[in-house]
């Protein structure tokens, strides 16, 4: 902008600053003028000259009119003050050439743009109206001026900051971005509820709240490490939420708190099977104590299982005396067998969580025989309705003194039994939340000291529907079918036999029917079934390990004509018969941090019927709170089904 002159100001207009100064002091304060009409910044055009000598003319024509000698005097001096800005116009004129010839811009030159830099930017105009309140205070021209030669740079900063409020709304563009971290929010809400949703099969798959059993525990699992619950998982692993209703909160945390908890537990069991004394009849007393600890998403679960046997002593007839062990003593009528009692402590440990089962431990030791158990177990979902279970484990079998225990016969020096089931299984459960399906299919490989191996295959299914579902019970009605056989059968007790039930063929139809719930700090459970069974049985040998010591029994029995049957051969049997079972467990919470509970079975087991009972006491290391879960925790032997 060199070139450019703004319009001469008013007459009244007071110069900022003297006409001895730079372009480069221009911003500095200046003093104001004390005579503004003796100079004049701005060179007059010879039409605004001539005006004003004409206004200057009149002026002293009246004063000469109304007094002589004064307009005289005005005259001299408005002749002065002409000469005066006469002289100066030409001195500045003089300094402005003087500065051209040293390469200088001339001043006013540089001082007009720098004042009126604004005018440059027309949307900035604003501060001109600052300049129009100079006029209203000519009192005031320095301050005026002053700020408004200032006001120049500042504009420049205001259009900078102006042209920067695109960048303030940046800002708001960037507020989507935060927008968008608020979206992950909704996602994690999603986790958590996927986070929920896994368990729902869980709870599903516990939904089914109850896989009839054949009488005496025949059909059930050998591979589960025990049938009883501990620290909110089921007998399978699950959750122990019989219902498919949605929990609250509270009790959600609840359930959460009583499945981290650790726990130390004790109880009682009492179980007997009817039979013939000396041979099938059995009582069993355990006494078994378990410590639970968390760890990681699960438990660690140590156990220690002080077991007592009894038998029975056989009738000293010959009949009996010739169907256990060598059946010498038949000869004499005179039981020489010794005591068939057995007394010992098993130990396990384990880990379980709510996708995976796992122990290992020993018969209990002081047995006759006693053998390594153990067994894994793995359950998982493949949506909100279906799951499945796989699992291998090796087992004790515990339907009589000799399978589970191992026998003595003391008069012959023999020892037998101690029999262990091993294979594997699986499961596929459908549920909906009121109906559901489940299939089941299991190998099993039977071996024991001096007892002939035996496979057995086993399968069973069943559909069911609930009856009646609230948060507090359930009621639940199905049908099941249990079918099993055995290559041979070893359910006798003369040396070589096995003393566990193994038919040929086996088949059972029944109708459970299981109501759950709970009432406070109660929580119950009651099974109960009805239904047909059939089973058959191939004829065996009394010793049928076919060994030399076995062949010798043969001849000594034959010769001696002892045993009831002559060609020393069991007859084949087949029978079909009414069923029964009844399974009850209830537990009540005493204390924030301790519960009692017990459990009771009853159910006929083909020739005899057997039943269980157990008490127990469990102490949680975190106080319980919220409404009790159902069905109940029960807790029992490790080695025992504590339903028929």
Known sequence: MPSYLPPAPPASYAAPYSANATAASAPAPYAAQSAPDTYTPWPMSPAAQAAQAQVQNQAQNQAQAQNPNQAQAAQASSSNNVANRKTANHGRQARVASQSSNGQAPMYAQNAPVQQAGYGQPMYGQPVYGQQAVYAQPNQPAYAQQGYARAAPAQAAYGQAAYAQPAYGQPAYGQPVYGQTAYPQPAAQAGYGQANYPQQPAYGAQARPYIPQPPAGYATSSYAPAPQAENGYGADGSANIANAQTLGVADELAEVNREQSSTVTGGLVFRNRSGEDGLSNLTDIEAPIEGSIKAGDGHVTVTATPVTLDAGTASANAQTLARFGSGKAAAATSNTYGSQTANGVGFAVGYQ????????????????????????????????????????????????????????????????????????????????????????????????????????????????????????????????????????????????????????????????????????????????????????????????????????????????????????????????????????????????????????????????????????????????????????????????????
């Open 353 to 644: 969580d709510k996708h995976l089962n796992a122990d290992v431990g020993t018969t209990p030791l002081g047995f006759v025989e006693h053998n390594i158990v153990g067994g894994i177990e793995y359950r998982d979902s493949v949506s909100d309705t279906v799951s499945y279970s796989m699992s291998v484990a090796r087992r004790a079998v515990t339907d009589s003194l000799l399978a589970y225990a191992g026998t003595r016969d003391a008069g012959a020096g023999l020892t037998w039994g101690g029999v262990t089931s091993n294979g594997g299984r699986a499961e596929l459960d459908w549920d909906d939340g009121t109906n559901g399906v489940y299939i089941n299919a299991a190998y099993q490989y039977y071996t024991g000291k001096d007892v002939p191996s035996n496979n057995a295959g086993k399968g069973g299914a069943g559909v069911y529907t609930r009856l009646l579902k609230s948060a507090d019970q359930t009621l639940t009605l199905g049908v099941n079918t249990t079918l099993m056989g055995y290559d041979k059968n070893l359910s006798y007790f003369t040396y070589g036999q096995g003393g566990y039930f193994s038919p040929q063929q086996y088949v059972l139809l029944n109708l459970p029917l299981e109501w759950t719930g709970r009432n406070g700090l109660f929580s119950y459970d009651l099974k109960g079934s009805v239904g047909v069974q059939h089973y058959r049985e191939n004829s065996s040998p009394y010793y049928p390990l076919g060994d030399q010591t076995s062949v010798k029994l043969a001849q000594t029995a034959t010769t001696n004509a002892d045993a009831p049957d002559s060609d020393l051969v069991y007859p084949s049997l087949s029978k079909t018969g009414f069923s029964y079972a009844f399974n009850a467990a209830a537990e009540y919470q005493l204390a924030p941090q301790v519960s009692v509970g017990a459990t009771a079975s009853f159910g006929n087991a083909y020739q005899y019927s057997e039943w269980i009972a157990a008490v127990y006491l469990r102490y949680n290391f975190t106080k319980q709170t919220g409404a009790q879960p159902f069905p109940p925790s029960s807790f029992g032997s490790p080695y025992l089904s504590m339903s028929n």
